[in-house]
């Protein structure tokens, strides 16, 4: 396996590996890696899809990647999934996954209509003082020290920040900066979690850094990500013959170690209740999900809180069990050993009547009835006990959802301090609790906010114990190589296994790198596996985002005017000049082209 960059390996169709025939295939989970692994089998592989059978501990598809109605409770999604342009794995699996929703289309073109037709930007990024614009005005508020505080970290080797918290690299200054609300409130950042993921996630993002005020950098589904993304997948499976066997729970996996190599040779399971195993051989390729950000989720109702539930965890005890075999084979306690740490809650709101989206339309400035672009990303509650943040996509968010409804996406990284007008922890508190708090953060009188919350909306609490567990910090080890050395016919896919490449987790993306790697490693398939965007290498991104972060504000250079005057002399005849100044970190010199420094996108587009 090998990376690749450019037209001349994406546009290629690899040949047929050999000995794939005599081959067969067994998925762990049936959540977005499996799912893109089996594709990746079928398309790139050649692997017949009635070789490949995927065991999955639910009823449906899709893992974390949901999206449902409970017939009692309402309408369900336990978290969202923001997308951008180079997302180099997706779009190339998506690209071969035909459309449901635009006839002769695949998804990814899909998508690329819908964001072109209905590009996303946000009109009020974060509120205050109950619905009131907290007017952080597309800046970073980042004072010298934070400045160089990010830098440091920019900078900072990989084994620098191993087992180092977010709190232990930067300071107060940092954190009260406009840069930390955006950062903290879109990622799902702690304070206590990784400094090592916080730098990943700035190399590999640094050419959206100027999209973070207003989310003009990111790209979301028409429908729900389980409508929108796992349906046409699984769909396609299904025609491809591939198996599923659903309610069933892999509870080990015998390995054989004979020097260097490594061998897996049994799967053991719990189907319906009734205990079962199969046996492997070299020519029985197994790709497991290890893990789960969504293990032991529990959802309560409108009048009923979510549970925390800290018992067994199927995925965490099977990784627990396999991880015991080898010391190669990662430390899943270092990210599903605090639970305290890792855990927050989501609510699904949905709107009975008219009156609770006016409040929403007087926040996001556009109608949610439109079909387009509402909030254009969370908005979050600067003042929030909870550090609450709300969503509305684009409505209907559910095909099946009536057009006189909107769905809206609640969370809050806090769950174990009482709310500001509901005096109780969020993790105590039912669908209708959280929705008056909710209510009260929009602005909706007080007097009104009971009456609402209990007739004109229906609310699902989700606790989900482990969704920021791959944040817990962590070092080289901690997580499985996705082909670890010497396998002869096993791989580890999914957020928890370790791509050697610098991306980073609790994307789309790396759910389908992952299997990518996985597959290409094991049936030698001869294209290369996109690389990640090589944005942190480019240096106009680089000058690009240093402007930004700075918010516009121009370097101060030192010394007294005469020496400044002549290094300027100096820049003024050469390539980097230009593009300090064209980037306003300098003042303009010679013929230098100025731009909008708040106009800047690296894709070409012009944010909002």
């Not at 809180?305 to 190669?328: C, S, Y």
């Not at 084979?329 to 009156?355: H, Q």
């Not at 609770?356 to 109608?367: A, E, G, N, S, V």
């Amino acid at each position: 396996m090998y990376y690749s960059s450019g037209n001349y390996e994406a546009f290629a169709r690899p040949r047929k590996p050999h000995g794939v025939d005599g081959k067969t295939a067994w998925f762990v989970g049936a959540g977005q890696a499996s799912l893109a692994g089996a594709a990746f089998l079928i398309r790139d592989g050649q692997m017949p899809g009635d070789k490949i059978t995927i065991l999955e501990e639910l009823k449906l598809p899709g893992g974390a990647l949901d999206g449902i109605k409970e017939p009692k409770k309402g309408f369900v999604i336990r978290g969202g999934r923001e997308m951008e342009n180079h997302f180099e794995c997706l779009w190339d699996l998506y690209r071969s996954i035909p459309s449901l929703e635009v006839e002769g289309a695949s998804v990814h073109e899909e998508f690329y209509y819908l964001n072109k037709d209905d590009p996303n930007y946000s009109l009020q990024r974060a509120t205050i003082n109950r619905g009131e614009d907290a007017h952080t005005d597309g800046l970073f508020t980042l004072n010298d020290k934070a400045q160089k505080e990010i830098l440091r970290l920019f900078l900072a080797t990989r084994e620098e920040v191993e087992d180092v918290r977010i709190d232990e690299v930067f300071t107060d200054e940092f954190f009260s900066s406009n840069f930390w609300l955006y950062w903290q409130t879109m990622f799902a950042f702690e304070k206590w979690h990784s400094a090592l993921e916080m730098k990943l996630y700035i190399h590999r993002f640094i050419h959206h850094i100027g999209g973070l005020p207003d989310f003009s950098a990111l790209k979301f589904t028409k429908y729900n990500q389980y409508e929108s993304l796992v349906l046409p997948l699984y769909t396609w499976l299904l025609d491809q013959g591939v198996k599923f066997q659903f309610s069933t729970v892999v509870t080990d996996v015998d390995f054989e170690f004979d020097g260097d190599k490594k061998t897996a040779t049994k799967i053991h399971y719990v189907s319906e209740g009734v205990e079962g195993s199969q046996d492997l051989g070299t020519n029985d390729l197994l790709f497991m999900t290890i893990g789960s950000l969504t293990e032991n989720s529990d959802e309560g109702d409108h009048h009923t809180p979510a549970k925390l539930n800290t018992g067994p965890a199927p995925a965490w005890d099977l990784w627990r069990r396999i991880a015991a075999k080898h010391e190669g084979f990662g430390r899943p306690d270092k990210f599903a050993g605090d639970i305290d740490k890792s855990k927050w809650e989501s609510c699904t709101v949905t709107t009975l009547d008219p009156t609770i989206p006016k409040y929403i339309q007087k926040i996001c400035k556009r109608d949610p009835f439109s079909g387009k672009v509402v909030t254009g990303g969370i908005v979050s509650v600067r003042d929030s006990s909870w550090q609450m943040s709300w969503t509305v996509n684009r409505q209907p968010h559910f095909k099946q959802q009536p057009k006189d409804q909107i769905v809206i996406w609640v969370y809050g990284l806090i769950v174990d301090k009482p709310g500001d007008y509901v005096k109780k922890a969020l993790q105590d508190c039912t669908g209708e609790e959280i929705t008056q708090e909710w209510l009260y953060h929009l602005g909706v009188p007080e007097a009104d906010i009971p009456e609402l919350a209990a007739n004109s909306a229906k609310a699902v609490p989700c606790m989900m114990p482990y969704v920021t567990a791959f944040f817990m910090p962590r070092r080289a080890g901690d997580r499985p190589d996705v082909v670890p050395e010497g396998s002869m016919n096993f791989a580890f896919i999914g957020q928890f296994a370790e791509s050697p490449t610098r991306d980073c987790i609790f994307t789309t993306e790396y759910s389908v790198r992952t299997p990518m790697e996985a597959v290409y490693t094991l049936l030698n398939i001869e294209r290369g596996v996109p690389e990640v965007f090589n944005s942190t290498y480019d240096v106009r991104t680089l000058v690009a985002a240093t402007s930004r972060l700075r918010d516009g504000k121009m370097v101060d250079l030192p010394g007294p005017k005469k020496v400044r005057e002549k290094v300027l002399g100096k820049l003024e005849s050469n390539q980097v000049g230009e593009l300090l100044a064209e980037y306003e970190l300098i003042p303009s010199v010679g013929s230098t082209r100025k731009i909008r420094n708040d106009a800047v996108d690296m894709n070409g587009t012009v944010a909002k």
